[in-house]
C-alpha cells in the first residue's frame, strides 16, 4: 500500500545541525500536502512545518528561523533541516503526508513511523 519511510534521527549537541527525510512509496497517485510533527516524551504531539505542494510553507512559532522544510516532488521526498538545536528540540519525529492512492477515491493522511531526536551534551 502506501508507507512513508524516514531517516536522519539520532544524537546531536546542542546548537548541532540535523537533516530528516522522509520518503512516499507505493501506489501512490498524487501527494498534496505534507509536513512534520513531533512529540517529545510526556508531551501531546505538535505540529513543526508543513509545506504544500505548490511549495508554501508554514512554521511552528518553536522552530522558526531554525528549521527548514523542503521537498523534492520528483522523488515523493519531504525534508526538515534543523539547524541551532536545542534539548527542548528532543522529540519523536513523525513525517506526515496528505495523499490519494490508487486504493482510495479520497485522499487520506498517512503517518511515518517516527524517528527519535536526541539534543543533549
Known amino acids: 500500500q502506501v508507507q512513508l519511510v524516514e531517516s536522519g534521527g539520532g544524537l546531536v549537541q546542542p546548537g548541532g545541525s540535523l537533516r530528516l527525510s522522509c520518503v512516499a512509496s507505493?501506489?501512490?497517485?498524487?501527494?498534496?500536502?505534507m509536513g512534520w510533527y513531533r512529540q517529545p516524551a510526556g508531551k501531546e504531539r505538535e505540529l513543526v512545518a508543513t509545506?504544500?505542494?505548490?511549495?508554501?510553507?508554514y512554521y511552528g512559532d518553536s522552530v522558526k528561523d531554525r528549521f527548514t522544510i523542503s521537498r523534492d516532488n520528483a522523488k515523493n521526498t519531504v525534508y526538515l533541516q534543523m539547524n541551532s538545536l536545542k534539548p527542548e528540540d528532543s522529540a519523536v519525529y513523525y513525517c506526515?503526508?496528505?495523499?490519494?492512492?490508487?486504493?482510495?477515491?479520497?485522499?487520506?493522511?498517512?503517518w511515518g513511523q517516527g524517528t527519535q531526536v536526541t539534543v543533549s551534551s
Open positions: 506526515t503526508a496528505r495523499l490519494r492512492s490508487i486504493i482510495s477515491t479520497t485522499r487520506r493522511d498517512y
Open positions: 509545506i504544500g505542494s505548490g511549495g508554501s510553507t
Open positions: 507505493g501506489r501512490i497517485i498524487s501527494i498534496n500536502d
